[in-house]
C-alpha cells in the first residue's frame, strides 16, 4: 500500500470567469471539468489538467466569489507547482509572461532544479519545474492548447506546505502516509530552516512535498489567491479503504470514504491543521462526458442530476466551449 504521488490540488477563486482565461489562455491548460463545489451547489468546480485530466496533472478551483483575499501564514499550503518538459520551457514561459504582463521572478535554482516562480492574477503562488528533459509516461498533450506541445504543463510538481512546528506533521507525512526523506535545500527567507524534501512512490518531482518551517508568520487565512487542500494519488478503491483502515488505527478525525463520481476519497486534516485528501485514480473526468467535449458544459454527479435546473439558474453563466476551426 502506497501513495503514488499527487492527485490534484484545490484551491479558490473569486472569479470564475477570470480564472478560466488565465489557465486555459495563458497557461494553455484544459478545462477538464466545469461542475460545482459539491458541498455547496451553488458555486463553481473547476478542473484543469492535459488532455484528460490524467490523475496528476489536474489543478482545480473552488468559486467564492465573496471571499477576501488570501492572507498568508502558516499552517498552509503555501506553493503548487507545475511540470514542465525542460529549461527551454521555463525560457518559454518567462517570455509569454511577459507578453501577458504576468508577474514572475527569475529563472532560479530550487532543491536541484530550475524553477520561474510567478503568481495568477489573484495572486496564488506558483512555480513552473524543468524536469530536465524527463517525459512524464501519463501526461497527454492537449492539440487545442494556445502553448505549443513541447512547453506544455506536464503536470503537478512539489507542492509546498508551510508550518510553524514540522514534527507531527513529518510524522504523518513519514510514518502513517510513507512520505521518505529526499533532501534539504536552503529557506528562502533569512533566519529560517531549511526546507525539507520528501517524496513518495516511484519518486520524482511529482510525488514531492517540501516542508517550510516558519517562525515569523501568523497562522493564514484563506481567501482567493489560496490553497484549499492537497490530494494524494491512490490506485483503486478498495486500497483507499486499506487508507481509511490505517488513519482510524492511527485515531486520526476523517471524513470517511466519499463518492466524488469522478474519484472516490477520504479527507483529514494533518496536525497544522492542513487538509490532505487521498483520492483514487478513476473513474476519471470522461465518464460523463465525450473525451472531445471536456468541460465544455456544466456536468453533475448523478447525485445532484435531480437539482440541475436551480443549479444552473444560480450559477453565473460561464461560457466555456471551444472554437474550432
Sequence with gaps: MKLKGIHHVSAITASAAENYMFYTKVMGMRLVKKSVNQDDVSVYHLYYGDQKGTPGTALTFFEFPETSKNREGVSSISLISFRVKDDKSLEYFAKRFDEFGVWHEDIADRAGRKT???KDPEGQRLMLVSDDG???????????????????????GPVRLTVKDPEETLCVLMEIMGYRLRGSYKAEVEGQKDIIVLET?????????????????????????????????????????EWIDRIDSNH?????????????????????GILFELATDGPGFDTDEELEFLGEGLSLPPYLENKREYIE?????????????
Design 313 to 325: 439558474k444560480v450559477l453565473k453563466p460561464l461560457d466555456t466551449r471551444i472554437r474550432r476551426s
Design 116 to 118: 520561474l516562480y510567478f
Design 134 to 156: 524527463a517525459l512524464s509516461e501519463t501526461f497527454i498533450p492537449w492539440e487545442l492548447s494556445s502553448i505549443p506541445q513541447e512547453h506544455q504543463v506536464m503536470g503537478l
Design 252 to 272: 486520526i478525525r476523517n471524513s470517511g470514504f466519499v463518492e466524488r463520481f469522478y474519484f472516490k476519497s477520504l479527507y483529514f486534516r494533518e496536525p497544522n
Design 201 to 241: 512512490g516511484d519518486g520524482g518531482s511529482g510525488t514531492e512535498v517540501h516542508l517550510e518551517i516558519r517562525s515569523d508568520l501568523p497562522f493564514e487565512r484563506q481567501g482567493y489567491g489560496g490553497v484549499h487542500h492537497v490530494a494524494f494519488r491512490v490506485e483503486d478503491e478498495a486500497e483507499l479503504r
